[in-house]
Nanobody, 124 residues
Framework: QVQLVESGGGLVQAGGSLRLSCAAS????????MGWFRQAPGKEREFVAA????????AYADSVKGRFTISRDNAKNTVYLQMNSLTPEDTAVYFC?????????????????WGQGTQVTVSS
């Protein structure tokens, strides 16, 4: 069992940056592939980024590639999402998710554990 708690969301102007953190409980965090997803009002939850258990493999949605960076620190049981050059279209609730198994999957149903989410609002 893994519990995930996101932090770092907030209000930022377009062009600004934020870094989200996701702290995980449990001793097996390093075994999990971790992902970030987001959900805007009235829209489905969508994949943002994922990282393999050792950080050796990452994947990004086309909409964030080159602007967002996912990373993890297994010693701290934490995964990060550095978000740069933010636009109003990035406004959403951002969720951290974890899954056992290999592969930086993009489907929401591939993930076993979810955090409660953190709000990111980008003003124009």
């Amino acid at each position: 069992q893994v519990q995930l708690v996101e932090s770092g969301g907030g209000l930022v102007q377009a062009g600004g940056s934020l870094r989200l953190s996701c702290a995980a409980s449990g001793r097996t965090f390093s075994s999990y592939t971790m992902g970030w997803f987001r959900q805007a009002p009235g829209k489905e939850r969508e994949f943002v980024a994922a990282i393999s258990w050792n950080g050796g493999s990452t994947a990004y949605a086309d909409s964030v590639k080159g602007r967002f960076t996912i990373s993890r620190d297994n010693a701290k049981n934490t995964v990060y999402l550095q978000m740069n050059s933010l636009t109003p279209e990035d406004t959403a609730v951002y969720f951290c998710a974890g899954r056992l198994g290999v592969g930086t999957r993009r489907a929401t149903n591939a993930y076993d554990y979810w955090g409660q989410g953190t709000q990111v609002t980008v003003s124009s």
